[in-house]
């Protein structure tokens, strides 16, 4: 039993560190995530914010002054969007209320028709799958029911106040990530760097190649996209289907969206206005994208950013688990992190060998 310890020790020191990495990073976002991620965010907003604090204080203006600065941009140009987009929803909110009696009544019509279709199918079959299909019918209305208790305004209204605190946060803690880069890049090269056995330039190398990658995976995931949209929807003869392909496409890559947030309500459209071939043929192009990432997605991101596909899918759906839509992209670069601990680690102790000999 010593003689199997000692020489496999390397292997199985690696192998306690992985498995205490995996259980440290299900811990911390699982429980402490939240927590950290305002300053995440700011410290990302910071990467924004010091080329400007850079440049001017080479002019002998004070990093805290450049900082703010790029603050008050940021809030200017978010103040902007946000008076465009509400503009626009305002109208449109407006306009859906002006009709929403007609939605309902034309909804109603085609939900009596549907459960008329179907008390007629359900009274030709055997009592037993008639039971099935009454069963089946009540948990249909009971789903129906909870979503729509869930998505209550008062649920709605009580991630405000926890959203505005959370930006809050995270502005301030980008005003001191770029006042004071220096003094917290040196305090990592003292503690955090050391402890991690990670350079600072692979650690950089190492994210880059993560985002990058990410970015890249997403580009191509959205031409996929594109083309699926574009062929349904011209062979469905979808009007603005062009225009249509283009916004899906760019929305399907963002996390907290995806292609549903345009062909759900598009679908729930159409199928209010009557023409139930389109609201189909929208939720079988959904189906078809969704089938599509969850194939090509772990593939392309692991060939991009130099992991396996298997490895790529756990990681990915290790995060999904523990944060949510986040955890897609925070469980590849974590893993790629990872992977570059163990291979300096290799690295070292083959260096540390062949000095000995």
């Known amino acids: 039993m010593r003689n199997f310890y000692e020489k496999n020790k390397q292997s199985l020191l690696d192998l306690t560190l992985l498995i205490g990495a995996i259980i440290f990073c299900f811990l911390f976002f699982r429980y402490l995530f939240v927590i950290f991620l305002p300053f995440l965010a700011g410290w990302l907003l910071s990467l924004l914010f010091s080329p400007l604090a850079d440049k001017l204080q ?3 203006i004070p990093r805290g002054i450049g900082a703010l600065l790029g603050i008050f941009l940021l809030l200017a140009l978010l103040g902007l969007l946000g008076f465009w987009f509400g503009t626009g929803i305002q109208q449109k909110l407006t306009d859906f ?51 729509v208790r869930k998505s209550g305004s008062s649920s709605l209204f009580s991630t405000v106040p926890q959203f505005l605190l959370g930006f809050f946060v995270a502005m301030i ?20 760097a050391p402890l991690l056995g990670l350079s600072v330039e692979t650690t950089k190398k190492e994210l880059k190649t993560s985002l990058w ?40 890559a963002l996390p907290f969206f995806g292609s549903g947030f345009i062909l759900w309500p598009g679908a ?47 990681s990915m759906y290790f995060g999904l688990r523990c944060i949510g839509v986040w955890g897609l992209i925070l469980g590849p670069i974590i893993a790629v992190l990872l992977k570059a601990f163990f291979r300096l680690r290799k690295e070292q102790a083959e260096i540390t060998s062949g000095s000995k000999h």
């Open 58 to 60: 080479k002019h002998g």
């Open 97 to 147: 209320s002006e009709n929403l009696p007609n939605y309902m009544k034309a909804l109603e019509q085609q939900l009596t028709a549907f459960w008329a279709q179907f008390d007629a199918l359900r009274e030709q079959m055997p009592m037993q799958l008639q039971e099935g299909f009454l069963r089946l019918q009540q948990d249909f209305s009971n789903i129906l029911l909870s979503i």
């Open 173 to 192: 803690s980008a005003y001191f990530f770029t006042k004071d880069k220096a003094a917290i890049h040196q305090v990592y090269l003292t503690h955090v």
């Open 213 to 252: 990658g990410y970015c890249k995976t997403q580009l191509i995931l959205m031409l996929y996209t594109f083309g699926i949209c574009i062929a349904g929807l011209l062979l469905l003869r979808s009007p603005h289907a062009l225009l249509l392909s283009i916004v899906i496409a760019l929305i399907d």
């Open 268 to 314: 729930i459209f159409h199928l209010l206005a009557g023409n139930t071939f389109l609201a189909i043929g929208y939720l079988a192009i959904y189906v078809i994208i969704q089938i599509m990432r969850q194939i090509m997605q772990p593939k392309v991101l692991g060939t991009q950013i130099g992991l396996h596909p298997l490895l790529t899918l756990f």
